[in-house]
């Protein structure tokens, strides 16, 4: 008898939690490890939201609450999509989970079947492939260029196509690549959608986190016929450092956030009580809080990039959106340190932690080998800190 699925078997922990566990350790051990791992922003949760928890616990809102959220909470993201992206949305086409995550696999496994073909492009968030292939559908990877902005072209996402295409997953702002697409870039995907008929997932957590002014447009804003094969997936936690408030929000069509809803209901039931009311606030009251967290995002992503690009061998892309950029260090790949030579991401952040004491994650994990992911969701005083540790680290490969 197997005791584990076979599902189970093929799935390994998030990377991006693993490397943390390990930086983490290695400080426990007395290490001063500097660490571009983390996924979350390194600010506290603004006090108003806060405030709006404390608040619910206090007057005894903690109990079920309807599946799919409370209606103030789905009212305050109908007011997010009208006001910021001039979507209207019914009660019933949108839903409240347990983190973007959470809405993704609901999502998934609402409308993925076996056979089923889901595009995904590389740089890919860690979790798209494991999340699809859970839902017995299969992630076709199709790959962008560091140098095309780490954007899909319209040729290799038409040669991708075929007629078990599902849907196409959108992560604009990206993690791990900051990358963004523009208004003309995902009318052409849009009108791609519609005349193949494929769904469109699109993963715009990182919408507020953007700099240079660049103005992010929702895929589903571009037609009525686009908006009907559009999935928004959301959430709370990286624009208002709400990680581990866990809730998430999606918004579609009606038939499928009402089965999403359903597939909620016999899992985890509503998302926490109290942390959704933390939400509504989140969502409706002041927003001057996130206009400081992007700002200091700002500038240590000037410094990061700036720095990277002067290492010798090393490119950056300027990211657009999110707190990560995604460095190209190829040319290192093939040199050796004290007899050991590294040749891949894995084994060159593995150097990394265990000679620079610096942790970042291995582009492999996102699908690309070239690149290492740091997060700059960290002090300035530790991006200089860790950036001088990975130049001097650097010069001692031959
Ligand atoms: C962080 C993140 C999410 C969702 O995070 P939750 O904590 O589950 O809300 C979704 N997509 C991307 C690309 C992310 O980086």
Redesign the pocket.
């Known amino acids: 008898m197997n005791v584990l699925s076979n599902r189970a078997k093929s799935l390994k922990p998030s990377p991006t939690l693993a490397i943390n566990a390990r930086a983490k350790s290695m400080q426990a051990q007395g290490i001063h490890v500097i660490s571009f791992g983390a996924?979350e922003p390194d600010f506290d949760t603004p006090r108003n939201i806060k405030a709006a928890a404390v608040k619910a616990i206090e007057e005894g809102f903690t109990k079920y609450t309807p599946v799919g959220g409370t209606e103030d909470l789905k009212d305050a993201i109908i007011n997010k999509f009208q006001r910021d992206n001039g979507l209207t949305y019914k009660r019933s086409e949108v839903l409240a989970s347990c983190?973007?995550?959470?809405s993704?696999y609901n999502l998934a496994q609402a409308i993925f079947d076996e056979g089923d073909e889901v595009i995904v492009p590389a740089p890919y968030?860690v979790s798209y492939p494991p999340m699809v292939a859970l839902a017995r559908a299969d992630p076709i990877i199709v790959e962008t260029k560091e140098e095309n902005g780490f954007k899909l072209s319209m040729e290799d996402l038409k040669k991708a196509l075929t007629p078990k295409t599902k849907a196409l997953i959108i992560?604009s702002p990206s993690?791990p690549t900051g990358s963004a697409y523009s208004k003309k870039e995902l009318e052409e995907i849009a009108d791609l959608a519609v005349s193949k008929n494929f769904f469109v997932i699109s993963?715009e957590?990182?919408e507020k986190i953007v700099y240079d002014h660049f103005k992010v447009v929702s895929i589903a804003s571009l037609g009525e016929e686009i908006r009907k094969r559009t999935v928004i997936?959301h959430?709370v936690?990286?624009t208002y450092a709400m990680?581990g408030w866990?809730i998430?929000y999606a918004a579609g069509p009606e038939e499928i956030v009402s089965a999403m809803s359903n597939i909620q209901s016999q899992s985890t039931s509503n998302p926490t009580s109290i942390a959704q009311k933390a939400s509504v606030e989140a969502l409706g009251g002041p927003q001057e809080d996130v206009a400081k967290m992007v700002t200091a995002f700002e500038q240590r992503r000037n410094y990061i990039v700036d720095r990277l690009n002067k290492i010798p061998g090393v490119s950056c892309f300027k990211p657009i959106g999110a707190f990560y950029v995604f460095p190209n260090f190829f040319s290192y790949y093939g040199k050796s340190y004290q007899g050991k030579k590294i040749t891949n991401s894995t084994e060159l952040a593995d150097y990394f932690l265990e000679v620079a004491r610096v942790a970042v994650v291995p582009g492999i994990e996102f699908g690309a080998d070239p690149f290492e992911r740091l997060s700059y969701a960290t002090s300035l005083e530790d991006i200089k800190e860790g950036l001088t540790r990975i130049e001097e680290s650097l010069k001692n490969l031959a």
């Open positions: 996924g983190g973007g995550k959470h993704f968030w992560n993690n993963d957590i990182y997936v959430g936690a990286k990680t866990r998430g």
